[in-house]
């Protein structure tokens, strides 16, 4: 099996979506953008560099409980470094989500303070919550705005569609549209975003994408694999000399959880729905696919 991908992935309503992204950044003072803790780099749009510019950022590394810690702490790290702060979270159970708030205030607590010493007294933080889709978006602000939430009422110089979500007595959250970029700049994001479900199914092949998973995987966290599928020494040492050896293994995985048709053959395409489907949901262990 080659892994010769054409992946090619932008809606109309992209290009749409990221002009009103830039339009309402003017409005705003922090923004907040989501990533998935697993692809760092390749959950993180390139094109929000020049959304952001001249704002203060703050990087939430979401579905953490899914990622590799020691991974986690190295791209927290690596934000330092660069002057970003940036804070692991897992939306779903609330993690890291008093923090971002702390964050929020503690960015603008100088700023503020500036302004109302020159008689400006402003009570309002404006925050935009950025990312691509399936990052946890959604999730995170449910978490973040849970009983306390309230909508804001349109604003000046904003559309009347556009609502504010107020957090506390002083943040301001406007969500915006999940949006990808015009082209991956590499096979390898695009391949990243697949196997956490960032784009969608149709495209790519889920059988080339599950096949190079399982390279990933069997090079990076053998152990965390092979324990998921019930892999034996045994199983391995078979097709350790195989020229197939990967394709092998996915045979393998797909004898062990039944995904067989007639005469006892391989469901490739079922197995591959295996292996992605337990990669995306966490059952085969915390793994992260980027690295510092």
Do not use: C, H
């Given at each position: 099996m080659e892994n010769n991908m054409n992946i090619n992935w932008y809606p109309g309503h992209m290009a749409k979506t990221k002009r009103q992204i830039l339009e309402d950044s003017k409005l705003i003072d922090v923004v907040v953008e989501i990533l998935d803790a697993r692809i760092p780099k390749s959950s993180q749009n390139p094109d929000i560099?020049?959304?952001?510019?001249?704002?203060?950022?703050?990087?939430?590394?979401?579905?953490?409980?899914?990622?590799?810690?020691?991974?986690?702490?190295?791209?927290?790290?690596?934000?330092?470094?660069?002057?970003?702060?940036?804070?692991?979270?897992?939306?779903?159970?609330?993690?890291?989500?008093?923090?971002?708030?702390?964050?929020?205030?503690?960015?603008?607590?100088?700023?503020?303070?500036?302004?109302?010493?020159?008689?400006?007294?402003?009570?309002?933080?404006?925050?935009?919550?950025?990312?691509?889709?399936?990052?946890?978006?959604?999730?995170?602000?449910?978490?973040?705005?849970?009983?306390?939430?309230?909508?804001?009422?349109?604003?000046?110089?904003?559309?009347?569609?556009?609502?504010?979500?107020?957090?506390?007595?002083?943040?301001?959250?406007?969500?915006?549209?999940?949006?990808?970029?015009?082209?991956?700049?590499?096979?390898?994001?695009?391949?990243?975003?697949?196997?956490?479900?960032?784009?969608?199914?149709?495209?790519?092949?889920?059988?080339?994408?599950?096949?190079?998973?399982?390279?990933?995987?069997d090079k990076n966290y053998p152990e965390k694999l092979y324990e998921k599928y019930k892999i034996t020494t045994e199983d391995i040492e078979k097709i350790k000399e195989h020229s197939q050896y990967y394709l092998e293994l996915m045979y393998i995985i797909g004898r062990k959880r039944g995904a067989l048709i007639s005469g006892g053959n391989i469901d490739e395409e079922k197995v591959a729905n295996i292996i992605l489907d337990d990669f995306k949901n966490g059952k085969i262990g915390k793994i992260t696919l980027e690295k510092v």
């Open positions: 560099a020049e959304i952001v510019r001249n704002k203060k950022r703050i990087i939430i590394l979401n579905k953490s409980d899914l990622a590799d810690e020691k991974e986690t702490r190295k791209w927290i790290e690596y934000f330092k470094k660069k002057n970003i702060t940036a804070i692991e979270a897992d939306s779903n159970q609330g993690k890291g989500i008093e923090q971002v708030k702390k964050s929020i205030e503690n960015i603008m607590e100088a700023e503020l303070k500036a302004q109302n010493e020159k008689g400006r007294i402003r009570k309002t933080i404006r925050v935009m919550i950025i990312g691509i889709p399936n990052v946890g978006k959604s999730s995170f602000i449910n978490r973040i705005s849970k009983k306390t939430t309230m909508t804001v009422g349109n604003k000046p110089g904003v559309t009347k569609q556009k609502q504010w979500i107020r957090i506390g007595n002083q943040i301001e959250l406007l969500d915006t549209p999940g949006v990808l970029w015009p082209k991956f700049e590499s096979e390898e994001v695009g391949l990243n975003l697949a196997y956490t479900g960032s784009i969608k199914d149709d495209v790519l092949e889920r059988t080339e994408v599950a096949y190079t998973l399982i390279q990933y995987l």
